[in-house]
């Protein structure tokens, strides 16, 4: 397995995790992710990539089977407006592909949410840094180590 800028800085801070490869699948999303590893769709976390009115981008870690409510999060967050940033642009602010980005080692530091029920889960997967490849972790490395700030936004 190729080491990841993610895989790096999670040693780096020394998270305990376990990397799981699967068959990556254009567009098959969490659903074809938990299918290939054989667990719930709701412990693995999106990585969403999004930006304000400013243009200034956010992450945001979410429940694979649930969607953010961007009026909220924008409520909350004290932004006019937050949308889903275009592919090119979510890996100009990350360095990652869209499908393989990791909240963890992103090429410039960025404001991370996190949907507070993602810090209730025993376990969660969350992407190592390329398609194809999940890490499993405690939840509370989100906010140790990235000081992602839980918020309630989720959509079914």
């Keep these: 397995m190729s080491v990841t800028t993610a895989l790096r800085e999670l040693r780096k801070h020394g ?3 376990v990397a799981h490869e699967y068959r990556y699948e254009e567009h098959g999303g969490t659903r074809t992710a938990a299918a290939e590893l054989g667990v719930d769709e709701h412990a ?3 990585t969403l990539v999004m930006e304000d009115e400013a243009r200034k981008p956010v992450i945001v870690l ?5 969607e953010v409510s961007t009026k909220q999060l924008a409520r909350l967050i004290g932004r006019k407006s937050i949308q889903p940033c275009e592919p090119q642009v979510a890996q100009r602010h990350t360095g990652y592909v869209v499908g393989g980005t990791s909240p963890f080692g992103t090429q410039k530091p960025l404001p991370v949410f996190v949907e507070r029920s993602v810090l ?3 376990t969660i997967y969350v992407n190592g840094g390329r398609r194809g490849l999940l890490v499993q972790i405690a939840p509370a490395e989100l906010t140790r180590v990235l000081g992602a700030v839980p ?3 989720s959509t079914p």
């Design 151 to 153: 918020v309630d936004v």
């Design 62 to 66: 979410m429940h694979g089977d649930r």
């Design 120 to 122: 209730a889960l025993e």
């Design 15 to 17: 998270v305990r995790f």
């Design 44 to 46: 693995i976390v999106k």
